[in-house]
């Protein structure tokens, strides 16, 4: 090999070696650096990001259906047999305001069976109302409305009922329509013998979704261990059941949520009791998302009997108040222990007074178990939701029911709110502005409003200052001197609003 040849492989050689060293100390850089383009949370990448503030113009609304018992297995004689008797039921569905399509079908098909309206023409306001009937005797329904615009005022408000004077449901059961979440939390009343409470869980999705479910009892603080297990499949356009009485018994009461891990459910309770053979009554808890200090609860007439439910998450001192015309009147004080459902027997609900308040040092969650005595040693009983006042929101008037309007004052102050009511056309057949004193609460009868032909209520209270609600009977029910009474709660229809964040992400490849 001549000297040149030589040469110029030792350079090669020397080149080669340079190079990998290069590439070494390039690796060993890019192990402890990186620029901060590249990553997705870094400050620059931060100033860039975009917020926009979203609302749904698809909403989704479950109407459980009607109620049943849980065993109709034909055993034993047949005056010992379980019976859901002469069953009947209506629902009302309404839509308020700027919407464009509501139309109703059976969960879990694309049959529908009722439409409320099809096309909004040009000419329509935005405080129309459109209103339909129907039933479920056939199964749980589930509304869709489409909105032209998200606005406060603008949403759909529907309820359901079901009513018996023989069998082993006699009285009457209702219960608002539910929006599907991705969690819910429901009270529900005791679990003691004699007392069924099953839980439904709908998913009105195209996709399966496992659900959890935790429970909070009486006896002590803390989640219960449930003996039927803790989670729920509910498969797309499925009810799916949990026997709340048998996965954790002896209970005076259960706060309960439900939480889906992939799709918004919709969640009810049909709680049902019985003495022996003598029915006590039915009716349907519905989800109780609200948790605040001052908490109001309606519909309540003299002769009723309450318990009350509260469960806070921390220690509270808790001051309930019976309300009537004039204001409050404390009635009881207890301080209550964290995690753990506490019931408060109030007795009798004295003359005049028609709702309580709750005023605690913390946030606490309740409801009410009324109960009503009809001949024969025959109850039945109304689960009622605190709530909190709505700046606008409505209720549907269950087809063949009696109502009552009952509205209390939360606030330290007089206050107006307007009372609209429609009937089953949707038009406006009064209106009226309700004054009412500080503390204080007062009831209207729908019966006096249009011969009674009122279909849906709206409540407009600028001040937030009002807790409402209906208390429901039927006529075929209370001429055969049963008891029957059942509570439904407003729906909040002011506008649902989301804020979304968009982040430049230089790692994604467009």
């Known amino acids: ?67 049943t018992i849980a065993d109709t297995d034909a055993y034993g004689d047949s005056e010992y047999q379980a019976s859901n008797g002469n069953i009947a039921s209506s629902v009302r569905y309404t839509a308020f305001g700027a919407v464009f399509h509501s139309s109703v079908g059976f969960l879990g098909t694309d049959e529908t069976t009722s439409a409320l309206v099809l096309t909004k023409d040009d000419e329509g306001a935005d405080d129309d109302v459109f209103i339909a009937s129907g039933t479920v005797n056939d199964g749980s329904q589930l509304q869709n409305t489409r909105l032209l615009s998200a606005s406060d005022g603008t949403g759909a ?52 979704t496992s659900v959890n479910i935790k429970v909070w009892g009486s006896d002590k603080a803390g989640a219960l261990a449930l003996s039927t297990g803790s989670t729920l499949t509910v498969g797309a356009g499925k009810e799916s059941i949990l026997n709340l009485a048998a996965a954790a018994s002896e209970q005076d009461a259960l706060y309960v949520t439900v939480s889906s891990a992939d799709t918004p459910v919709a969640a009810v309770v049909r709680t049902i009791t019985m003495d022996g053979l003598t029915s006590k009554g039915s009716d349907y808890a519905v989800p109780n998302n609200v948790s605040a ?15 009350l439910y509260v469960y806070p998450s921390q220690q509270a001192d808790v001051t ?34 028609t709702g309580l308040t709750i005023s605690a040092t913390e946030p606490v969650t309740a409801a009410a178990k009324v109960t009503n005595d009809g001949d024969g040693d025959q109850a039945d ?30 606030s330290d102050d007089d206050r107006t709110a307007t009372l609209t009511s429609y009937n089953g056309d949707g038009d406006i057949v009064e209106q009226s502005d309700l004054t009412i004193r500080a503390g204080a609460s007062t009831t209207i009868e729908l019966a006096d409003i249009n011969d009674g032909d009122v279909a849906a209520v709206s409540l407009a209270d600028p001040d937030q200052s009002m807790v409402w609600n209906i208390r429901v009977s039927q006529k075929d029910v209370s001429d055969a001197k049963l008891a029957g009474v059942s509570i439904i709660g407003a729906t909040d229809l002011k506008e649902a609003r989301e804020q979304v964040w968009s982040n430049q992400n230089m790692t994604i490849v467009r």
């Open 381 to 410: 009983f109304a689960l009622v939701n605190a709530s909190v006042p709505m700046n606008v929101s409505a209720i549907a008037v269950p087809d063949h029911a009696t109502a009552q309007v009952s509205v209390t004052n939360t």
């Open 1 to 67: 090999m001549s000297k040149h040849s030589r040469s110029k492989t030792v350079w090669r050689m020397v080149l080669a070696v340079v190079s990998v060293l290069v590439i070494v100390a390039l690796v060993a850089v890019a192990a402890v650096y990186r620029p901060t383009w590249i990553h997705a949370d870094s400050p620059m990448t931060q100033r860039s990001s975009v917020s926009r503030t979203v609302s749904p113009r698809q909403l989704e609304t479950y109407c459980p259906a009607r109620m």
């Open 157 to 208: 408000a529907s309820s359901m009922m079901s009513w018996a004077t023989d069998g082993d449901l006699k009285g009457v059961s209702a219960a608002s329509c539910v929006t599907p979440a991705l969690k819910q939390s429901l009270m529900v009343s005791g679990t003691k013998t004699g007392i069924t409470q099953q839980l439904v869980v709908a998913n009105p999705s195209a996709k399966a």
């Open 320 to 353: 309930v108040s019976w309300t009537d015309g004039t204001g409050t009147k404390n009635t009881n004080q207890q301080t209550l222990e964290a995690n753990r459902v506490s019931v408060i027997d109030l007795g009798s609900v004295p003359k005049s007074a």
């Open 293 to 307: 200090k001052t908490l109001a609860i309606n519909g309540l007439s003299e002769g009723d009997d309450v318990n």
